[in-house]
Structure formats: C-alpha cells, structure tokens
C-alpha cells in the first residue's frame, strides 16, 4: 500500500541489479527496496558474481531472486531478467543480457523523474548497457554502487574485483553515479541476536532471511562468528533519503589492474560516501518487513 501522503507520480523510479547468492546480505537488500513503499520497481537484474564460488553464479543470482518472490508471494508482480554471465573482456565490449536492455528501455522512457539503478555487485550490466546505447548517458540515471575499496588509495574490494572494465567504464562516462565504498559498507553490522529478534519471528521471508545467513557464515567462514554486515543495505538507504550519509564530489579515479585509485582528474565528478546512518536504514528495513508479515504494507 503507497501512503496517501506519496503520490504515485512522486515514487522514485528504481532498479535493482544484485549478485543475490554471492553472500547474504543482498537478500535483506533487495527485499528492502521491494517493500519500500515510495520506490517504483522497474525491475530486477541477476547479476553475475565471478567464478570462485560457482562457475554459474549469475544463474544462482537468478534462482534466489525467483525464491525471495515466492516467499513474499509476489512471483510474476516484479520483472526480473537474466544480467550478464561473466564481466567485460575489455573496456570497448559489452556484454549484453535482457538485464543491460531493461536500463536501457527504461533509461530511454520518456519519464522526468531520474531512474536509479542500485548495484549490489559489479556493475556489468551498467556499462553493457552505455557501451550499447551510449545516449543514456545523456538521460537521467543515477547509479548507486555499493562498491570499490576506500579513498584516497582504493584496493581489493569484492564488488570491484567482478569487473573492474565495466567500473572504468561506468565512471568515466557522463552518468550521475554515487559510490558507496567498502569503507562505509561494511560498518552496517548486525548480530546474529538481533536478527532473531527483529527479522526471524516474520513470517516464512524473516525466517529464510535470518536462517541463509547464519548458514552463510558457517560454511565460509573460518573461526566464530555471530554476526554480519548487511553491505548492500545502504544503497536503498541513500535512494529513499539521499543525506542519511556524509558525502562528497571527488573526480572519479581510473581504477588500475590492482584496483587501485588513479586519481588523473580526467574523469567527471561522483558523489562518494563517506558515512551512511545504518540506524536509519536498519530501522527502516526492520519496521516494513513486520508491517509486511502482518500485512499492513
């Protein structure tokens, strides 16, 4: 249900593109977006996430998209189309996929509200989709990246690592981007008692959600845990309330072989976080879901 104070004509336009089974947190990430009322859902992209854990990770991206659907009972009310199977060989190929055509055909609709597109993973699909059709750097698109290692030196960071062609890409075109860094994504933990209390008693989806996790952790992590960063989170954050972070314009850098920074200042100016306010978005994401087990959203 949209609240009557949230015009249907004001709901901002969103994309989803997420490597939903490379960990654990994209699930609590994507569901957020789903039940934000104020968010108009263009759609769902599978994205790959390389081949150190699955040598068919955008397929195993897919089937727990198609899974979160059917426990929210909402199967066929949200598109959802295959991303790219692997990244860019280089920084002139795309590789397109009905994902990069879905940024594409709503990049191009006729609409004035900007379309957000928030990456959960690398972003493939994103420069597939300029390096086909380079006029939609020229439309209204913000890219939201949860990604790339902290500034000023960049890094080994997970996201980054699946494509550093396509960030290049991406962040040398003339497209708004804002890039949420390791740096501030990973300070969005949550412990395991937490969820049990606030997440696990809703229903089917709070049970799956705290369950795959806790699972997660057993099986690739080395020594005790009991807890985990929901580092997707704060793209939804930033996409519902733009300040629930500091931020700042910085030139974008080329990213090097390595993965570090190159701070050449050829490239257009990006948003980079510095912080965001997991309260907010923790909080937020914690009082839908109840509000959608009880059916009241």
């Known amino acids: 249900m949209i609240h009557p104070a949230q015009p249907a004509d004001r709901r901002t336009r969103v994309i989803v593109d997420t490597d939903a089974k490379n960990e654990a947190d994209d699930q609590y990430a994507l569901v957020h977006a789903l039940l ?8 769902v992209i599978a994205a790959h996430f390389g081949t150190r854990r699955s040598d068919r990770s955008m397929e195993d991206s897919r089937e727990e998209v198609d899974l979160l659907l059917e426990l929210m009972g909402w199967q066929g009310r949200v598109p959802v ?11 002139t190929t795309p590789v397109p996929s009905p994902g990069s055509a879905l940024i594409v055909q709503e990049a191009l609709r006729d609409d004035p509200r900007p379309l957000h597109v928030a990456f959960y993973g690398p972003l ?3 420069a597939s989709a300029l390096l086909t059709e380079p006029a939609i750097q020229d439309r209204n698109v913000r890219v939201v990246w949860i990604g790339g290692g902290e500034y000023p030196d960049g890094g080994r960071e997970f996201n980054l690592s699946n494509d550093i ?30 969820l ?33 960063s929901l580092g997707d989170s704060p793209a939804v954050g930033v996409m519902m309330y733009p ?11 080329t990213i090097d072989p390595d993965m570090r920074y190159v701070h050449d200042d050829q490239n257009p100016m990006i948003r980079v976080y510095d912080s965001v306010d997991a309260r907010f978005v923790l909080e937020d994401f914690y009082a839908k879901l109840a509000r959608f087990a009880s059916g009241r959203l």
């Open 36 to 43: 934000t009322p104020s968010f108009e859902i263009h759609g």
């Open 81 to 91: 189309a295959d991303g790219a199977p692997r990244g860019l060989p280089d920084e």
């Open 124 to 126: 493939t699909d994103m």
């Open 165 to 194: 062609h396509a960030a290049n890409v991406v962040l040398g075109s003339r497209l708004e981007v804002w890039q949420i860094p390791r740096s501030v994504y990973r300070l969005m933990a949550v412990g395991y008692a937490e």
């Open 196 to 228: 049990m209390e606030r997440v696990a008693p809703h229903g089917p989806l709070g049970r799956y959600l705290v369950d795959q996790l806790v699972e997660w952790n057993a099986r690739w992590v080395d020594g005790p845990m009991e807890y985990r």
């Open 243 to 253: 300040d629930c972070g500091r931020w700042q314009l910085r030139p974008a850098p």
